[in-house]
Structure formats: C-alpha cells, structure tokens
T-cell receptor
C-alpha cells in the first residue's frame, strides 16, 4: 500500500538554483511529515519535519510546505549546492507514534 | 555521543536458514525501529520496540521477530529465510514512544541465495 508517494525518481538542478522535491500521501492519520537525506553506504539522516497542524517549516536553506487539502508536501532547497546531491525520502508518521511510512525516494543531482 | 551502529555490515545466507542482526541505539534513546529497504524502494517499517516491549508492527510475517535489551540495544531475527528477504535492514533509534526524529544506522546488507 503506497500511502506515501514520491512520483519523481530523479531530479537534476543547477548549483545555486532552487530544488523542489514533491510528495503525496493518501492517509489522514499522519501527525508528522519528515524528510530524510541518504548518501550511499549510509543510513538516512533526518533533515526537517512539519507537524500536520502547520503549513510551513523552515530551517536554513530547507523549507517544507504542507498542503493538507491536496495531501501534498514539498521540500524546497535554496540555493542548491553540489553536496545536496543525495536520495531524499519523504516520510509520514502515524498519529500514536509507532509507525513511519516512507516514500520510494527521489535522487537529486546538483550540477556545479 | 555515540551514533547508531549495526552489525554485521554484510551477510550472505542460504534459503531456509535463520539470521540475527544487531543494533546499538544512540546514547539516551530508548526506542528502536527496524526497517527493510529493498532495492529502489524506501524503508518499510517492520516493528518498533520501546523499553523492551514491542510497540507496533508493520505487515511482516511472524518469522520476523525482535528483542530489545535493558541497555536499549536490539536484535532482529528472521527465520526460514526466503530469497525475497534479500535487502538492506536499517535500525533507527529515537527518544521516547512519541519521538518522530529517528537516527538511522548504516544498515546490514543481507543476501539470501
């Protein structure tokens, strides 16, 4: 059951420009949405989160937007840097806290 | 502060065998979750342990079982291995039953032949 979907397997962006990664979900029982970044041979690293009662959260170059009516969230990276090249996973946590569902990931390439 | 560690790094097993994977959680974290990541997919939730008790389970059969110890380290056991069990197994620790920020280990790559 694909409750969290990342429909773009990959994205290529020029250094300095904005990267926008998208994620859709189907379940209304999630209380937190999260983005993780993964480099090869490493485990995913927590990047940024947003509560289901918010519509925006910002942390430095990273901003996450949540559109509850559309069941859609996006991660904006501005400006993009070559070190941002990685796989980005969107994740959603069930209310109650015990289960987190991950999307399939989007591979971001930032070209110098 | 010690991060999440997992052992072994790689493992090759034969169909029908049993395997045990180990995880040491980040210092101070009392919750451990296990995930299976198949090639090209995101991590899939197997189960979570909080203070030595199973706190929730995903859609995995009973041959996937686990333990959490008093020091909050954890084991994942898989019996009667099948070819489809070949995957990267990730352990993640977090603080408290409701902690949403998880810290992942590097994973154990299991190959079943």
């Amino acid at each position: 059951d694909q409750q969290v979907k990342q429909n773009s397997p990959s994205l290529s962006v020029q250094e300095g420009r904005i990267s926008i990664l998208n994620c859709d979900y189907t379940n209304s029982m999630f209380d937190y949405f999260l983005w993780y970044k993964k480099y090869p041979a490493e485990g995913p690293t927590f990047l940024i989160s947003i509560s289901s009662i918010k519509d925006k959260n910002e942390d430095g170059r990273f901003t996450v937007f949540l559109n509850k009516s559309a069941k859609h969230l996006s991660l904006h990276i501005v400006p993009s840097q070559p070190g941002d090249s990685a796989v980005y996973f969107c994740a959603a946590r069930y209310t109650g806290g015990f289960k987190t569902i991950f999307g399939a990931g989007t591979r971001l390439f930032v070209k110098a | 502060e010690t991060g999440v560690t997992q052992s072994p790094t790689h493992l090759i097993k034969t169909r029908g065998q049993q395997v045990t994977l180990r995880c040491s959680s980040q210092s101070g974290h009392n919750t451990v979750s296990w995930y299976q990541q198949a090639l090209g997919q995101g991590p899939q939730f197997i189960f979570q342990y909080y203070r030595e008790e199973e706190n929730g389970r995903g859609n995995f059969p009973p041959r996937f079982s686990g333990l959490q110890f008093p020091n909050y380290s954890s084991e994942l056991n898989v019996n009667a291995l099948e070819l489809d069990d070949s995957a990267l197994y990730l352990c993640a620790s977090s603080l408290g039953r409701g902690g949403y920020e998880q810290y992942f280990g590097p994973g154990t790559r299991l190959t079943v032949t």
